[in-house]
Nanobody, 125 residues
Framework: QMQLVESGGGLVQAGGSLRLSCAAS????????MAWFRQAPEKEREFVAV????????SYADSVKGRFTISRDNAKNTVYLQMNSLKPEDTAVYYC??????????????????WGQGTQVTVSS
């Protein structure tokens, strides 16, 4: 079983930056495609960014493209989400998720079997 633990959330002013981390344990993270999702109050969970097992490819939601960067360090079993130029509409609980690499990159919530507990990001205007 794979465990994912997110950290790095907090309160930041609009225009500021945060760096989220997702530490994986129980399985070798390099065997997994890793993604970030987020869920705002009274909204459905949505895709934010995904990275292939060897960092050979990344993809982003249009709403965060050019502002967020996903990266990973397989030696540390950790995935990161660097968030710049934050906006109030980025306020949400951010979740880390994983799926086996041989199943390919996907963007749907139901495509991922392993999830962290989430970390709150609040952007004030």
């Amino acid at each position: 079983q794979m465990q994912l633990v997110e950290s790095g959330g907090g309160l930041v002013q609009a225009g500021g930056s945060l760096r989220l981390s997702c530490a994986a344990s129980g399985r070798t993270s390099s065997d997994y495609v890793m993604a970030w999702f987020r869920q705002a109050p009274e909204k459905e969970r949505e895709f934010v960014a995904v990275i292939n097992w060897d960092s050979s490819g990344t993809s982003y939601a249009d709403s965060v493209k050019g502002r967020f960067t996903i990266s990973r360090d397989n030696a540390k079993n950790t995935v990161y989400l660097q968030m710049n130029s934050l906006k109030p509409e980025d306020t949400a609980v951010y979740y880390c998720a994983a799926r086996p690499f041989y199943r390919g990159v996907r963007f749907g919530v139901t495509d991922y079997g392993f999830w962290g507990q989430g970390t709150q990001v609040t952007v004030s205007s």
